[in-house]
């Protein structure tokens, strides 16, 4: 079974600064059917990226999705103090449909 | 803006059932892919079914691990998406979440998930 790899499972960075985000596959996912989601503290997760490395509707530029095969990086490339939250990868495949990573926690410094 | 808004969630005691709804803002509820996924702080995000359109005879899908015990189903003249679940266990304590799906290549109607709702807590406890 296809399994998502995140790390680091923690970063620690301040506002200002590059983020980078791995999510590494166990298979190749076809056609970069990748897609990376926000999650902050009481809320649903919120689409960022999908076919890794096209902007959702409304999703900043600081955020770019990157990546084919079996490795994928999310990148912020200047921290804003709204970024700090937990960041998924999920692909996607014939079955079961969809997998997740368990997550990255961006944490400020 | 299209919102989703999920209700039904609570305590229910083991063995016990429930269902969830979710209800969609706007007027073109009929053309999207729903789906129900649940989260927990031990096994994170996982999907539970997918249910498509009238015009693909609403044809659903359900996780291996759930399927003849949680049953997706949609009211599109309601708007509203639907998760009967039967037969609760403590491990199935978590939120859930409706979502809107959406596409791109091979999967152009169900490749990821567009749109979530706010989420709904469900215990299963006695």
């Known amino acids: 079974e296809s399994v998502l790899t995140q790390s680091p499972a923690t970063l620690s960075l301040s506002p200002g600064e590059r983020a980078t985000l791995s999510c590494r596959a166990s298979q190749s996912v076809s056609n970069n059917l990748l897609a990376w989601y926000q999650q902050k503290p009481g809320q649903a997760p919120r689409l960022l990226i999908y076919a890794a490395s096209n902007r959702a509707t409304g999703i900043p530029a600081r955020f770019s999705g990157s990546g084919s095969g079996t490795d994928f990086t999310l990148t912020i490339s200047s921290l804003e103090p709204e970024d700090f939250a937990i960041y998924y990868c999920?692909?996607?495949?014939?079955?079961?449909?969809?997998?997740f990573g368990q997550g990255t926690r961006l944490e400020i410094k | 803006e299209v919102q989703l808004l999920e209700s039904g969630g609570g305590l229910v005691q083991p063995g016990g059932s429930l269902r969830l709804s979710c209800a969609a803002s706007?007027?073109?509820?009929?053309?999207?892919?729903m789906s129900w996924l649940r989260q927990t702080p031990g096994k994170g995000l996982e999907w539970v079914a997918d249910i498509y359109t009238g015009q693909m005879k609403m044809k659903t899908y359900h996780s291996d691990s759930l399927r003849g015990r949680f049953t997706i189903s949609r009211d599109d003249s309601k708007s509203t998406l639907y998760l009967q679940m039967n037969s609760l266990s403590a491990e199935d304590t978590a939120v859930y979440y409706c979502?809107?799906?959406?596409?791109?290549?091979?999967?152009?109607?169900?490749?990821?998930?567009?749109?979530w709702g706010r989420g709904t807590l469900v215990t299963v406890s006695s």
């Open positions: 999920q692909l996607r495949r014939e079955w079961p449909p969809y997998i």
């Open positions: 979502a809107k799906l959406s596409g791109s290549g091979t999967y152009a109607l169900s490749a990821y998930f567009s749109l």
């Open positions: 706007g007027s073109s509820f009929n053309t999207y892919v």
